[in-house]
Every structure is written in C-alpha cells, then in structure tokens.
C-alpha cells in the first residue's frame, strides 16, 4: 500500500479545503429552496443566473487566488441567514482579504454568491440527473442556458467544481 495514496477520506476533505466557499459551494441552487430565508426572490436570482465563459474564468481566477492566499471555509450560521446577502456578509467577514479578492475579479459578494451557486447547482444536478437517468425532469428545474452550458464546458466546470488533488510532492 502507498502511504502517499490519497486515501478517500483524504481526498474528499481536501477538495473541501480547496473549495473557497466550502458550504456555500456545496448547496446546489435547487436546493436553496428548501434553506430557511433564502427568499423567492434570491431563489428566482439564482434560477434566473447565466453562465458564460467570462463568469466561469473569473470564478476560477477568485479560487485559484484564494487557495494560493490559504483562505480558509466559511462556516455559515444558518440561524442568522435571511438572505443571500445575510450568506455574503457572513462570508466577507470570515476573513478580511474576501472582499477585495472578489472585487479584484468583478464580483460583490453577493454576485460571486449567486454565480457560484448558479454554476455549482447546474453542475451537481446535471451530474446527478446523468447518473439516475432522470435528465429531462432535472434539467427542466434549471436554466436551460446554463445546462446548455455546462455540456459545452463540462470538463472545466467539472473541474472548477471538483479541482485536482495538488501532486504527492506539494503535500507536507
């Protein structure tokens, strides 16, 4: 057995290291229905989102910068979250160089928090909705833009989503 194999339990807590947003990433967008104070309103914001290759690059450029900066996961109080903008400013006070950083890439807080949503949600649901033959009653919950899409790119949005595990020698 390898001691430096990436044991599962191994992988799957650094992809959620790697991750910015940790929690915030990993709530598809269908399922911000069901968060309490997430309103019609930021639901339909994030419904209604489209991905386009500008999007997705400056995303990409707000995690790479962030893993390079060590910006550690947000953890959210969902007791305290109204809003999505209640979830942005819970984010940007998590660490003082959020804020800029995103700005640095076109982005308030709340614009990376519904792209970010946006792109995760199509990219989780579609994957699933592929893996349970359910494509066709999934899809149509989502913005077929977005879906449109993600088919095109999948390859790197599934990589945004899921980054690669950093090579054996970086790891210490």
Known sequence: MNPF??????????WFATCLFTLVLLLPALAM?????ISAADRADIQNFTLNEDVVGRLKGVMTEGRAMHIKKSHLDMAKVHSLDDMADQIVSADPRIKPLLAK???TPRQFLV????????????????KSGKE??????LNPANVSFYKKHKAAMDALVNPPAPAASSMK
């Not at 194999?5 to 650094?14: K, L």
């Not at 792209?115 to 949600?121: C, E, F, Q, R």
């Not at 066709?136 to 919950?141: C, T, V």
């Open 105 to 107: 890439h076109g982005f």
């Open 136 to 141: 066709k009653a999934l899809e149509s919950q």
């Open 33 to 37: 229905a069901q968060v309490p104070g």
């Open 5 to 14: 194999a990436p044991t599962r339990h191994s992988q799957v807590r650094r």
């Open 115 to 130: 792209a970010n949503l946006a792109l995760v949600g199509t990219v989780m649901t579609v994957r699933y909705a592929e």
